[in-house]
């Protein structure tokens, strides 16, 4: 049988035997506790650590405790509960064996301490207050003497049959005790004595009822939880019959302690002692407690932010105080009939479902969002639709007062809100609920000196200020003669000392008041980013600017009559010097703003030519500006089928096109089968061409990139069937407008492009581009904008026939002049034909201008094509396309898959061409080569076969 000791819980640790123990002993005797209150079937162990509802860390401390209803309960039944003793089972923790010794005597112990042999038969000692049940056998033993037992009535001895023995009392505490007593004729004399406790001998089997002193108080006495590194704490456990202890009494030494959790614990009242209470407790919920009240010194706690104390039955008390550090508080679903104006103060609250009459004016004054703190308070006015103006909303700032860009200044006042972040006006931010705000001044670029405060959807306030930061709002540099000339405007407050620096080196200053500053820089001075500060005594202004000359820059050439046209921007009342491969020109005029003249040189060759402009000391460099066509080109090979060659390209007769009037238009039956996708993408009977435009670079005169941008998606507009148009959102307010049309023409129609007539047949397509007010870091750079192709994608397509179709290989091939731009592409496969022919030239600032056209990379994937531009504000590009078939190609295995029907010719008319006005989104391809060459690629092989040279 098992055998039970009646004693006060806290001489239960003492009895605890813990073997090759990994948890901290403390701990664990800790969760001994808990087990023996809770009634929980744990591995108290070093399998703690996975037992249900616990969490440690790495080192083995006990971090996280959730006792809920999912825990087993323990062996034995559930724990016995009288008025002042807990019935816990004596059980090694290790082994599960009893841990009474057999046999023996005792000694009576002082109070707060426990016994550690407990004999099972013989004599017993009276003990302290408090106490177990045990279990008592047979034997016989001698009559122990208690010494220094604790103070409190004792009744010691057993009870057993015909025992024998008589008590000796010793010195202790006050208090009567009982000898021992007996079965039928017991023996033995009750003495008062100072405490300690009678003990007897008997034979035979009896039950112990001893080792347990009254108790005054009718409460447990057990020592505090010891669990340093605990930081949750969470207690949902509800059993039958409910355990009469107050958990809250014994958590003081929880240091680490955040989160408290206690749900159905009828028997805690007060949630809280802060005059013990040292744990840095940051949320506590407290549920479902009918006894539960709040205890005034709750304030105390100096760290508490969130409560929820739902489901209470709970009812304001007056003499609550908020500690400084709570910022919510839940008392939904209990009887409250008023809210205290303290509450205001709060982050948030809740009081669902009370008995509320009035609520304080700072949540009726922001309704729209707290009417659901107050949901189901029948009696509110406000949830009754009475909801009155706010009169009391107030928010003082003084206006007109001195303050810096960027400031944080404070707005104080009463019914102000909580900031809402989607309502509130930008820069301003709650600091204290309804009586706090802050206002961040913004910087003096954005024009405003005042503003109307947005505190809700209703309740503003205007406010004004001065900025006394002196600051920088305009900055101009001006190119003259003699250097550039700096013009600061601004407020810097004083007309006295100021120190200028432009990035970091000091420049003298010619003259300046409050609002100005002139000084002078060297004509020399580089172009580019630059850096401005005044410091003044009231503090420092600072600025950015992007310097770029506005003069010589030259957009555009031209040549006739014996002069060359440069056109662009220079100074009408200055002199120009002019070089031109090195060599001086002669007669240089300056015509005008836009416009400079000088004489042609007899020995200038076809072909672009570097040169140098010089005015007032600037020089402007190019490479490419000036090129000097060829009046008469000849075209590179024969115009085949009656087409003839003039200015260097065939002009072929109908039903024939191409760079040699071999190929085919699309026939009108086929013209269903050819589609253009909104993303670029041609397709006609499965094969497709792929071109993009995927990037604009700044390039200076040296041919350097010094800056790129990819492009990514476009914004894509269709205001009608035949016409797209894409737009490139700017990454940056200052970025280039980026602008392309695609027009489709169902009749036949010309066009002119850069002083040349262009014809479209009837079913093609028109592309126009437009790169405009692009930020030039220098006036020396220039635009290349990039197209690409995806080369893959055209190679491998199903052929029909249920495979790819890639052994019949892409053919591709280039041309140009003798020029290093290139003429024209074709790329061809399954005897489709996609045919891009590439000007020269390009419109900037309203002029014709050489516009160089090259390959840029090819691998087996992907090829990209750079088309440049001159330094412009406006620029236009008009490279054009097709889509043709190659009559000697065989037909297309779309139409049947038998080999022996690959010996008819595929003819199809129709010419679609593809004519763009820039850099877009859609595209073509170039190669940076000196002669006319073809590309054949075939798998991964890509083969140059060069071709008889000639000019066009």
């Known amino acids: 049988m098992k055998r039970y000791l009646s004693i006060t819980i806290v001489l239960l640790l003492c009895f605890i035997s813990i073997k090759s123990q990994t948890v901290p002993s403390d701990q664990l005797e800790s969760l001994n506790m808990l087990a023996s209150i809770y009634s929980l079937n744990w591995p108290i162990g070093n399998s703690i650590c996975s037992a249900t509802g616990v969490s440690c860390d790495t080192s083995n401390n006990i971090i996280a405790l959730s006792i809920s209803n999912s825990i087993p309960t323990k062996a034995g039944g559930p724990i016995i509960v009288t008025n002042s003793t807990v019935m816990v089972e004596l059980v090694d923790v290790v082994s599960g064996s009893s841990s009474l010794p057999v046999g023996g005597s005792s000694t009576g112990v002082a109070s707060g301490s426990v016994s550690t042999s407990l004999p099972t038969g013989g004599s017993s000692a009276g003990g302290t207050s408090g106490g177990v049940v045990g279990t008592s056998g047979s034997g016989t033993g001698s009559a122990p003497t208690d010494t220094t037992g604790g103070a409190g009535p004792s009744s010691g001895g057993s009870t057993g049959s015909n025992p024998t023995g008589t008590p000796t009392i010793s010195t202790g505490g006050a208090g009567p005790s009982s000898g021992g007593s007996t079965g039928s004729n017991p023996t033995g004399t009750p003495t008062v004595s100072t405490g300690g406790a009678g003990a007897g001998t008997g034979s035979g089997t009896g039950s112990l009822t001893g080792l347990s002193t009254g108790m005054t108080t009718g409460a447990p006495t057990m020592q505090n939880l010891?669990?340093?590194?605990?930081?949750?704490?969470?207690?949902?456990?509800?059993?039958?019959?409910?355990?009469?202890?107050?958990?809250?009494?014994?958590?003081?030494?929880?240091?680490?302690?955040?989160?408290?959790?206690?749900?159905?614990?009828?028997?805690?009242?007060?949630p809280a002692y802060p005059g013990s209470f040292n744990s840095p407790l940051e949320s506590f919920t407290a549920q479902f407690m009918p006894n539960l009240y709040f205890p005034d010194a709750f304030s105390q706690l100096s760290t508490i932010q969130h409560i929820n104390f739902q489901n209470n039955n709970l009812g304001y008390n007056t003499a609550y105080q908020f500690s400084s550090s709570l910022k919510s508080l839940d008392l939904s679903y209990n009887t409250y009939s008023s809210v205290p104006q303290d509450f205001c103060a709060l982050d948030s609250t809740a009081f669902v479902s009370n008995n509320l009459y009035s609520i304080p004016t700072c949540f009726t004054c922001h309704w729209d969002y707290t009417s659901s703190w107050f949901a189901q308070n029948p009696n509110l006015p406000s949830n009754q639709g009475n909801n009155p103006a706010c009169t009391t909303f107030t928010a003082n700032f003084q206006n007109g007062q001195l303050v810096s860009q960027g400031q944080v200044i404070e707005i104080t006042g009463t019914d102000m809100g909580w900031g809402v972040p989607t309502v509130v006006t930008p820069g301003l931010a709650m600091i204290e609920p309804n009586t706090k705000f802050t206002f961040k001044i913004p910087p003096v670029s954005q024009g405003t000196s005042g503003i109307t405060l947005k505190f809700s959807q209703t309740l503003t306030k205007d406010i004004t200020w001065v900025y006394s930061d002196p600051i920088i709002t305009e900055i101009n540099i001006v190119q003259q003669s003699n250097g550039l000339s700096l013009s600061l405007t601004g407020n810097f407050l004083t007309t006295g000392t100021k120190v200028l620096k432009i990035n970091g080196a000091t420049v003298p200053i010619v003259s300046s008041t409050t609002t100005s500053l002139e000084a002078q820089l060297p004509s020399s001075t580089t172009e580019g980013k630059k850096m401005i500060s005044v410091t003044t005594s009231y503090g420092v202004a600072n600025a950015t600017t992007l310097f770029t000359r506005t003069y010589p820059v030259?957009?555009?050439?031209?040549?006739?009559?014996?002069?060359?046209?440069?056109?662009?921007?220079?100074?009408?009342?200055?002199?120009?010097?002019?070089?031109?491969?090195?060599?001086?020109?002669?007669?240089?005029?300056?015509?005008?703003?836009?416009?400079?003249?000088?004489?042609?040189?007899?020995?200038?060759?076809?072909?672009?030519?570097?040169?140098?402009?010089d005015q007032d000391g600037y020089i402007f460099i190019s490479s490419n500006a000036l090129y000097y066509f060829n009046p008469d080109p000849q075209c590179p090979n024969p115009c085949e089928n009656n087409g003839r060659c003039e200015l260097g390209k065939c002009i072929c007769p109908d039903n024939w096109a191409g760079p040699t009037c071999t190929l085919a238009p699309i026939q009108a039956d086929k013209q269903s089968d050819l589609t253009l996708t909104p993303n670029g993408e041609f397709s006609f009977q499965g094969i497709k061409f792929d071109f993009k435009i995927t990037g604009i670079e700044e390039i200076n005169y040296q041919n350097t990139?010094?800056?790129?941008?990819?492009?990514?998606?476009?914004?894509?507009?269709?205001?009608?069937?035949?016409?797209?148009?894409?737009?490139?959102?700017?990454?940056?307010?200052?970025?280039?407008?980026?602008?392309?049309?695609?027009?489709?023409?169902?009749?036949?129609?010309?066009?002119?492009?850069?002083?040349?007539t262009n014809t479209l047949e009837a079913n093609s397509i028109k592309l126009s581009m437009n790169i405009s007010h692009w930020e030039y870091q220098s006036s020396l750079n220039h635009l290349r904008v990039i197209l690409t192709s995806n080369l893959q994608k055209s190679q491998t397509e199903d052929n029909g026939c249920g495979s790819d179709d890639s052994s019949n290989s892409l053919n591709l091939q280039v041309g140009n002049s003798t020029g290093s731009t290139i003429k024209y592409l074709s790329m061809t496969k399954n005897g489709v034909v996609f045919y891009g022919k590439f000007l020269d030239v390009a419109i900037s600032d309203g002029r014709v201008a050489y516009s160089p056209n090259t390959i840029l990379e090819i691998n087996n994937q992907s090829m990209k094509i750079g088309i440049e531009l001159p330094k412009c504000d406006s620029c236009l590009l008009d490279p054009s396309y097709s889509i043709l078939v190659d009559p000697s190609a065989p037909e297309d295995s779309t139409d049947n898959c038998d080999d022996s029907s690959k010996s008819r010719k595929w003819v199809v008319p129709v010419a679609v061409v593809v004519s763009v006005v820039g850099a877009s989104a859609i595209f073509a391809t170039v190669f940076l080569m000196k002669k006319k060459f073809y590309i054949y690629r075939s798998g991964k092989t890509i083969k140059f076969v060069s071709r008889s040279s000639g000019s066009d």
């Open 554 to 613: 030259v957009t555009a050439t031209s040549i006739g009559q014996g002069k060359i046209h440069f056109y662009g921007y220079f100074a009408n009342s200055s002199t120009a010097n002019i070089k031109i491969n090195n060599v001086a020109s002669t007669n240089v005029q300056v015509v005008s703003e836009n416009e400079v003249t000088c004489d042609f040189p007899v020995d200038l060759a076809y072909g672009a030519s570097k040169f140098e402009f």
């Open 226 to 270: 010891t669990l340093p590194h605990l930081t949750t704490l969470n207690i949902t456990r509800v059993l039958q019959p409910a355990v009469s202890v107050n958990i809250m009494n014994f958590i003081s030494n929880l240091p680490a302690l955040k989160t408290l959790i206690l749900v159905n614990q009828p028997y805690i009242s007060n």
């Open 705 to 756: 990139v010094v800056s790129s941008h990819i492009i990514g998606e476009w914004i894509i507009n269709q205001p009608s069937e035949n016409v797209i148009i894409y737009t490139y959102p700017k990454p940056t307010p200052k970025f280039a407008d980026v602008l392309v049309t695609i027009e489709v023409s169902k009749d036949p129609r010309s066009y002119e492009f850069a002083e040349q």
